[in-house]
Structures are given as C-alpha cells and as structure tokens.
C-alpha cells in the first residue's frame, strides 16, 4: 500500500499526469500503481480529485 499512498501523493502534485480513458469511462483518467489501476477524475474548477476506484488491472476495466 505504499505504493499506493505514493501514486495518490503524485497525483496531488500533476493530477494530468494520469491517461485519459475513453468510451464508456470517458471524463475519467487512470494512474497505474504496479498492477493495479487508480481511476479518477479531475475537477480544474475546484482543483479537487475525487478517486472512483482502485483495482488490480484485470479487474479494472470490466
């Protein structure tokens, strides 16, 4: 889980630097942390993060 607290600490930092999803997730963005995927979305007006979720990425995108 350190790593993580780490992934969630450098989005805190460049909450872009996560891939941009598409299709169905479209207006959300994805971090890999490992083998696990952080999905979230970024609001620029509040300059907030909201976290969706957080999975091992074959349960991910399902």
Do not use: C
Request: proline share 3%.
């Amino acid at each position: 889980m350190v790593a993580v607290a780490a992934g969630v600490d450098r989005l805190a930092q460049a909450p872009l630097d996560g891939k941009p999803l598409r299709g169905d997730l479209s207006g959300f963005r994805s971090l890999r942390i490992g083998s696990y995927r952080l999905v979230y979305t970024f609001d620029r007006r509040r300059n907030t993060i909201e976290v969706v979720w957080l999975r091992h990425r074959r349960e991910a995108y399902r």
